[in-house]
């Protein structure tokens, strides 16, 4: 497996036409030169455009006589016509606007019946938006949660680790839900794979892609998920509170969790509000969150993804490649296990320490040289964007030798 490299996509042209096309854009962002960011994973920094959108949205908000009908549905309609390009959907009607990933998920599971004994599949250590859900489904059905590990090795783990998946798919299983990658370490999950073998047993595929989308190639041509459900704040550069759902046609016609005015036919028609209307907008549109055309989120998002879209997530992976890879090598000299780089992302990656090094003194040193990154289940989750530089993996270097070399 290698990354998914699409085929005629603009916005994933062949690797080596972009390879050179981007280079870092610390200029754009607010991080002063003695921190070393290394935690997008967690919370993204907004870059200037979305600063300013947010300000125009504020003052907005001053002048609320400013505000017209069409400011509620137009710049909402351009968002999710954004995220649509992004993600290679035709329809931007099949995007729902949502405050987060549990939002999105609740929809799935209020949509999904399930019969005594069929199987949820989900990834061992998956984030718990993406776990919950499925326990008070399971519940509710008396279904079973059927969770895959990762074997226990450090040879081929990522390999061994899909194959495992689509064994575990069978008859049996009504729903995968799973990330395209694992949010804690990286690891590339198999999706065109694991979608036929799904579509070959009848079952759904859900995808959690708040860790993925935006930093590495993603088509919904491609993979056909019946829905993918994304954070917004962390790839996407979005606020925090503000989310994207993709609903496939098996969610066509179904219930939403609230009943928000602007989601029905005819709500442009502010006069007529109380002539109460029975029908939705089309598609996804009913799934959308109440008050999704906010004035200062939307515009902060629609800068966002103007922006991630002319950088390219593949041009994004690709950068993030070429800053950390001599950097992976060191730590891998120093005796940190980092998985093979068919097998993870760039943007996001795990680094297993060596089992005799005292966490504590290495969360202290880190915190010391102001690098920041995450500790997530056994993994130091480090997230890079292009922010970054080779520098800054050389900083987190000299900091992991420094403990290590006493250990
Ligand atoms: C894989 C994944 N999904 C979802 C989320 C956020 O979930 P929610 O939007 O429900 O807070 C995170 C946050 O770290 C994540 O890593």
């Known amino acids: 497996m290698s990354f998914p490299r699409k085929r005629e996509s603009h916005l994933n042209e062949p690797l080596n036409d972009l390879r050179m096309s981007l280079q870092h854009h610390k200029h754009l962002f607010d991080i002063p030169d003695n921190i070393t960011y290394l935690n997008i994973a967690a919370q993204s920094p907004s870059f200037t455009a979305v600063y300013e959108a947010g300000l125009k949205g504020l003052k907005q908000k001053n002048r609320p006589y400013s505000i017209v009908i069409s400011d509620y549905f137009e710049p909402v309609a351009e968002l999710k016509k954004l995220f649509a390009k992004l993600i290679e959907v035709d329809d931007h009607n099949r995007i729902a606007t949502i405050p987060a990933v549990s939002y999105g998920m609740a929809t799935v599971a209020k949509n999904i019946k399930l019969n005594a004994g069929d199987e949820i599949i989900v990834m061992h250590e998956q984030f718990p938006s993406n776990i919950y859900v499925w326990q008070k489904l399971a519940e509710k059905y008396n279904a079973v949660i059927k969770t895959i590990k990762a074997p226990d090795t450090t040879a081929n783990r990522v390999k061994q680790w ?45 995808i959690d892609g708040s860790q993925s989308v935006g930093a590495l190639p993603f088509s919904v041509k491609e993979i056909q998920p019946d829905a993918l459900i994304c954070a917004g704040y962390k790839w996407l550069f979005g606020p925090y509170g503000c989310g994207y759902a993709y609903y496939g046609s098996y969610f066509d016609n179904g219930v939403p969790l609230e009943e928000n005015w602007s989601n029905r036919l005819n709500s442009e028609n502010f006069a007529g509000l109380t002539n109460y209307e029975p029908e939705y907008k089309p598609l996804a549109n009913r799934y959308s969150v109440g008050e999704s055309g906010s004035f200062i989120y939307v515009k902060m998002q629609i800068a966002a993804l103007k922006q991630v879209i002319e950088w390219t997530p593949i041009a994004i992976q690709e950068y993030c490649k070429a800053i ?84």
């Not at 995968?176 to 073998?197: T, Y």
């Not at 940190?336 to 090094?357: A, M, Q, S, V, W």
């Not at 005292?358 to 292009?386: E, P, Q, T, W």
């Open 324 to 407: 950390s890879s001599e950097a992976v090598l060191e730590l891998k000299a120093l005796g940190c296990n980092i998985e093979d780089d068919r097998y993870r992302t760039h943007h996001l990656f795990g680094i297993k320490l060596p089992d005799n090094l005292d966490i504590k003194v290495l969360k202290a040193a880190l915190a010391d040289h102001n690098i920041f990154v995450s500790f997530r289940g056994n993994y130091i989750r480090i997230s890079c964007h292009l922010f970054n530089t080779a520098e800054d993996f050389k900083k987190l270097v000299t900091c992991f030798s420094s403990v290590l070399q006493k250990v």
């Open 162 to 206: 899909n194959e495992t998946i689509l064994e575990a798919i069978t008859d049996k299983t009504a729903v995968v839900a799973m990330g395209h990658i694992h949010w804690s370490n990286g690891s590339l999950f198999d999706l065109k794979a694991i979608r036929q073998r799904t579509k070959a047993h009848n079952a759904l595929l859900i």
